[in-house]
C-alpha cells in the first residue's frame, strides 16, 4: 500500500499569510495526488485534483504543485474561512489512502 | 444539481450488521466510481470501499470480508453492508463520487455523512 505522509501536522498562521503544506508519497504516484479542504462537522472538499488542477470554485489562492513522490499545497494569502484540516489524498491505485491531516489554526 | 445522501447509521451492537445507502441525485452511479470513507471520532479519513462503473469492487484490507459496495442502478442508489461490526468501526461513513469527467479520480462530490455507532 501506499503510505501518504503530511507535514507538518499543524499550523499556527495569520490572516494574510502564505502557507504551504506538504505531503510525500511512499513510492511514485505521478500526479494521482488531490487535496481537500474540511471544516468541524463537515464532509470534505476537493480542492485540487491532479497535483495541480484547481476544482472549479476554488478560490486561486489555492494552488497545488508537484510530482512523483513530493507534493505541496499553497495557500497564497489566508482568509478567515480557510482555517480547517486539509488532506492529501492519492488516487493512483487502490486503497487510495489520506494523509493524517494538517490543522490549520488561527495565530 | 448533484447530491449524495447518506442514510442508515445509527447504534449497532458488537457483532452486529448494518447496510448504509447512499442515494444519489444529477448524475448516474454507473456513469463514475462511487466510493465509501469514514472518519473515526477525531481522527482523519480512511478509505473503505470503491465500485466502478462496469460494476467491479474493491475494499480496503480494514474492512475485506466484512464490508460490500454494491449499487442498485435503477433506484441510483450505492449501498455499503457493513457485517461483524467492531468498536473501532465506529465513525461518520461518507460516500464520494471519484473519476467523473476526470481521470485522476478525485472525489470531488461527498455526501453528508451518516453516523455509526457500534457499542453495547
Known amino acids: 500500500d501506499i503510505q501518504m505522509t503530511q507535514s507538518p501536522s499543524s499550523l499556527s498562521a495569520s490572516v494574510g499569510d502564505r502557507v504551504t503544506i506538504t505531503c510525500r508519497a511512499s513510492q511514485r504516484i505521478s500526479g494521482y495526488l488531490n487535496w481537500y479542504q474540511q471544516k468541524a462537522g463537515k464532509a470534505p472538499k476537493l480542492l485540487i485534483y491532479g497535483a495541480s488542477n484547481l476544482q472549479s470554485g476554488v478560490p486561486s489562492r489555492f494552488s497545488g504543485s508537484g510530482s512523483g513522490t513530493d507534493f505541496s499545497l499553497t495557500i497564497s494569502s489566508l482568509q478567515p474561512e480557510d482555517f480547517a484540516t486539509y488532506y492529501c489524498q492519492h488516487s493512483y491505485s487502490t486503497p487510495y489512502t489520506f494523509g493524517q491531516g494538517t490543522n490549520l489554526e488561527i495565530k | 444539481d448533484v447530491q449524495l445522501v447518506e442514510t442508515g447509521g445509527g447504534l449497532i451492537q458488537p457483532g452486529g450488521s448494518l447496510r448504509l445507502s447512499c442515494a444519489v441525485s444529477?448524475?448516474?452511479?454507473?456513469?463514475?466510481?462511487m466510493t465509501w470513507v469514514r472518519q473515526a471520532p477525531g481522527q482523519g479519513l480512511e478509505w473503505l470501499s470503491i465500485i466502478y462503473g462496469g460494476g467491479g469492487t474493491d475494499h480496503a484490507d480494514a474492512v475485506k470480508g466484512r464490508f460490500t459496495i454494491s449499487r442498485d442502478n435503477s433506484k441510483n442508489i450505492v449501498y455499503l453492508q457493513m457485517n461483524s461490526l467492531r468498536a473501532e468501526d465506529t465513525a461518520v461513513y461518507y460516500c464520494?463520487?471519484?473519476?467523473?469527467?476526470?481521470?485522476?479520480?478525485?472525489?470531488?462530490?461527498w455526501g453528508q455523512g451518516t453516523q455509526v455507532i457500534v457499542s453495547s
Open positions: 444529477g448524475f448516474s452511479v454507473t456513469s463514475s466510481y
Open positions: 464520494a463520487r471519484s473519476g467523473y469527467n476526470s481521470g485522476w479520480y478525485p472525489f470531488d462530490e
